[in-house]
């Protein structure tokens, strides 16, 4: 089988590029054809089709941008794909990217997929200034999430990382979907890795600072964990963004790392005590299946895609609320027992999890895009009557 991949997000860190990079890698490993079609500049020798944003592109994302006059790229894309003669496209949203994806697919009536990886619906209600009232915040949500439930009815197959947001992009397009989890590198992220030697309980997260991220959380979890009597303690915060000033100043035990990759990131996920997650917009959340690799047990909202990673009371907790999340988190630092039962629980949890296993699971969606697009249109089936309006819009 032969894959073009065309993602909006290859070699920014979020993630999106590093499931698109862990995708690219393992189907190499596999001896699998894949094309990769990103943003950047010219780079003949990796294989990948790379072309540049222009001076229109804006950004979306501290490190990630949109360009709206990307499409002047299709002539050189479509030569290439028409060179490399896929089996079927895979899409990874309405990006300036997805959309040449979706034009080609259709041009050379090539079977369709399309990933959901960002609820970019509930991003437009949470990026509004504050003073924005409740009814146009909500409108915004319903807004963005009419615009996105058309253009996943364009694909054959749909892919999402969750069973709940599965169902819920499968009812607004039409289309049969499948699960697209994501692995992790268990050699990279590894307990071994540690540190020796005693230190101050090391509570982490990583991640971009952004407010739909909630990060700011994390001052109102500091000012309980030092109400109830701990004080030897940091927060240790890997990663950038725009809320990454006003967090410093607030935090009293803030330690602010930026971004780390490779080694550096797997020894400090490895040097933490406590994992804590308190994003409630995340469809999968790979930093939290990093530290259950690590060793580290994570505490993670029952909102949104973490909630499914972690084995609530065996390698961390999903907590039903905020005081939840609060009163938890301080059980966990406060018993070290515990957090050593649960990390070598999360270990082994990990060590369940490989990319080898999600690609083949991806397999199956591409055979079945494949079938579906080889019927007559009138015969092709929609998952379901009541996903084909897009009516189905989540609650705000």
Known sequence: MRIAFFTDSFHEVNGVAHTSRMLAATAERLGVPFLVVCAGEADPASGRLQLPRGHAAFAVERDLFYDPLYYRHRAAVEARVREFAPDVIHVTGPSDVGTIGVVLAKKLKLPLVASWHTNLHEYAGERLPAFVPAPLRQAAVRGSWLALSRFYQLADVVLAPNAELLEMVERASGRAGFLMRRGVDTALFDPAKR????????IGTVGRLSVEKNIHFLTTLERYLLGQGLDDFRIVVIGDGAERAKLAQDLQHGEFTGVL?????????????????????????????????SGVPAIVTASGGPKFIVESAESGYVAADDVAFLRLTHALAADPAQRQRMAARARQQALGTTWEKVFAEIELAYRAAILRNSLP????????????????????
């Open 195 to 202: 540190t020796p030697g005693r230190r101050p309980l090391r």
């Open 261 to 293: 990759r490779g080694e550096a990131l797997a020894r400090a996920y490895a040097d933490l005590d406590l994992f804590v997650f308190p994003s409630r917009t995340d469809t999968f959340g790979n930093v939290v299946l990093e530290a259950l690799a």
């Open 377 to 396: 249109p009138h015969a092709r089936p929609a998952y379901s009557s009541a996903g084909s309006t897009a009516t189905n819009s989540p609650s705000t």
